[in-house]
Every structure is written in structure tokens, then in C-alpha cells.
């Protein structure tokens, strides 16, 4: 069994360098190409160290208590990641004006609940995947019982975090507000219904999607259904990110509905990307199993459209995303990089 301990901390931080030289092409090219330009290198370094110091601090530490859970814990959540659904949050906060410190401790439940779905997936009987990060997955450096128990106890602490009023200093009414809202992406009507789904069109059979489209396997599945399953699986957690900022915020109606819209087009955008890059790019350059997705079976957007049509929804989406944002002056540049980034990056 393979320790957290055993890991080589100077290849995390050559991997770690690579993958900030990485963010900073990506914001060059973006630049030569006209696209107006605003420092998303740093945002995201500030919301790596900002979230990194926070959840380090709220963590089990692994001298107390159960070593061996409070171990998983830590290496599921400390092992690296773009933490790009806290930078959408802080990027929200930016746009609406709000001090995105603020909101540091909404984000970091966010991607708790990330962090414990990634340990869920990569389980034998989901995912089956051995590599995440460019590391072990969590049941591989530990074991299958100890890693489903490290992906629930981070999902109970990320409604720990927002309800205590000393981590999240919002008033009951919004922290209350923010539970609802992670809760209800997560679950049954988001995330869960959407791995659920993903899981029963990958074995020929969707019950739920079953009764309202009308497929019984995963060849069969139109644009339409796919776009359902991603915008559970995917979408729910970055339509989160933006409704978490809005919680903060007096934001009217319009303003709501169009931050919301832009979430849902950046999570189809980042959902159709992901699956081009599971068919295109490298293990070691993904940071897990490169082509997993058609040894699984899954049903993706390259095997429905084809690699041309499916990187052309993902810009379509793109763009979609943009026009809602057409109202927003400089403030929302941040949340522009982030589509583009989306649909321009390597892993």
C-alpha cells in the first residue's frame, strides 16, 4: 500500500511548475489572439494559495485522531488540482464587486465536494481509474474502504464549513442559503444524478433518463441526452460556484439569470474539452488514464459528433457563454479567461 509519505514532493513540484508554465502560455496565446486580457495566472495562484492555506488549516491533521482516514483526507484534497471551481467563485465575487476573501471559505467547500466526488469516481466500481493528479487515486495509495470514507467525511465538512459562522462570517440567512445551494447541486438533482446517469447509459440501461427521452443505451444517446448527463455531472458544481457569489450579493434578476446561464455554457464547454483531451492528449500530460473514457464505454462528445463537430459545440457553448456576459463591463473579464481557458487548455 502505497503511503502519502512515499510520494515524490519534488516531482509534485516540478509537475506543479509545469502546469503554471502551462496557465501562462495559454494566457499568451490568448492574448496574441485579441482576446482582452486579465491576469488569470494570478488569479488562480491566488486562489491555490488562498484555498490551499484555508483547507490545510480546517483538515484533519494526521497526528490526531484516526491516522489512516485523516491521511486519505489530505491527500485526496492537498494532491494538487487546478482548484478552478474556487477561482470561478472569486472571479463571480470580482465581477460583482464583492472582496473575494470574502467568499474564500464557500469556495473551499465547493471544492471539497469536488475533491470527494473525484476519490467516488475513481473507485472500482465507478471509474476504475488508478491515476489522479499524476498520483495514485485515493484507494490505490490507501485502500477502497478507507478512500469511500475519505470522500464522505470531505463532503460532511464542506456543510460544516459553511454553516459554522466563524469560517464562513456571512449572516444564518445566506449561510443557510449557501448549504441549500451546495447541497442541491451535489446531490440527487445535480452531480449525483448526473454520475448516475453517465453510469447507466455506460451499462445500457438509464431508468431515470429512460421515462423522459427515451433511450436504452449509451450508443444510442443523442445531443441532447449527453448535454442532460454533463449538465448534472459537470455543470452543477460551476453553476454552484457563481450561485455561492450571488448568495453574498444583492444581485438583481437579470444579473442572476445571465451568471447562471454563462455557468451552465462553461461547464458544457468544459465537459465537451475534457472529453476531446481524454481521446487526444497524453497519460502523462492528463494526469490519469488518457482514453479511459472509450474503454469504459462511455458515451462522449468526439464519439457522438467527431473530434471537428465536438470542438465546435465546445466554442459554440464558448461564445454562448460570452454573449451573456455582453452586458458586464472589465469586472467579468476574469470570467471570460476562464471560458477561454476552458476550451484552450492541455489537461
Known amino acids: 500500500m502505497i503511503k502519502p509519505q512515499a510520494i515524490n514532493e519534488q516531482q509534485v513540484i516540478n509537475e506543479q511548475q509545469t502546469k503554471t508554465m502551462d496557465v501562462q502560455q495559454t ?21 491555490k494559495t488562498n484555498i490551499e492555506t484555508f483547507l ?21 484534497v492537498m494532491n494538487g488540482g487546478k482548484r478552478i471551481r474556487p477561482a470561478l467563485v472569486y472571479a463571480t465575487a470580482h465581477c460583482l464587486n464583492i472582496p473575494m476573501e470574502q467568499l474564500t471559505a464557500a469556495a473551499a467547500s465547493l471544492e471539497l465536494i469536488h475533491c470527494y466526488s473525484l476519490i467516488h469516481d475513481d473507485l472500482p466500481a465507478m471509474d476504475n481509474d488508478d491515476l489522479r493528479r ?31 459562522a466563524q469560517l464562513n462570517p456571512f449572516s444564518a440567512e445566506i449561510r443557510i442559503a449557501m448549504v441549500q445551494i451546495l447541497a442541491n447541486a451535489a446531490g440527487a438533482n445535480g452531480m449525483v444524478l448526473g454520475q448516475a446517469e453517465d453510469i447507466y447509459a455506460e451499462r445500457g440501461a438509464t431508468p431515470s433518463i429512460n421515462h423522459r427521452v427515451g433511450y436504452n443505451h449509451a450508443h444510442n444517446i443523442g445531443l441532447a441526452e449527453l448535454t442532460m448527463i454533463h449538465q448534472n455531472k459537470t455543470g452543477a458544481l460551476l453553476t454552484a460556484a457563481i450561485k455561492l457569489a450571488l448568495c453574498a450579493n444583492n444581485a438583481n434578476s437579470e444579473t ?6 454563462y455557468a451552465s455554457n462553461i461547464g458544457l464547454a468544459f465537459q465537451v474539452f475534457d472529453d476531446i483531451l481524454d481521446v487526444t492528449t497524453s497519460t502523462e500530460i492528463l494526469g490519469k488514464p488518457a482514453g479511459s473514457d472509450q474503454k469504459l464505454g462511455k458515451a462522449t462528445f468526439p464519439a457522438l459528433l467527431g473530434l471537428d463537430q465536438a470542438q465546435q459545440y465546445a466554442e459554440s457553448c464558448y461564445n454562448q457563454a460570452l454573449d451573456e456576459l455582453a452586458p458586464f463591463d472589465h469586472r467579468a473579464d476574469l470570467l471570460r479567461d476562464i471560458a477561454y481557458f476552458f476550451i484552450n487548455r492541455r489537461y
Open 56 to 76: 490545510d488549516q480546517v483538515l484533519p491533521s494526521q497526528n490526531i485522531g484516526h491516522n489512516q482516514l485523516n491521511a486519505a483526507m489530505r491527500y485526496a
Open 256 to 261: 442572476s439569470a445571465r451568471l447562471c446561464n
Open 134 to 164: 499524476g498520483q495514485p487515486t485515493c484507494h490505490k495509495a490507501f485502500d477502497e474502504a478507507t478512500a469511500i470514507l475519505a470522500g464522505d467525511a470531505l463532503q460532511t465538512m464542506a456543510f460544516t464549513i459553511l454553516s459554522d
Open 27 to 47: 494566457m499568451s496565446v490568448q492574448q496574441t489572439m485579441g482576446v482582452q486580457q486579465t491576469n488569470l495566472a494570478a488569479l488562480l495562484t491566488t486562489t
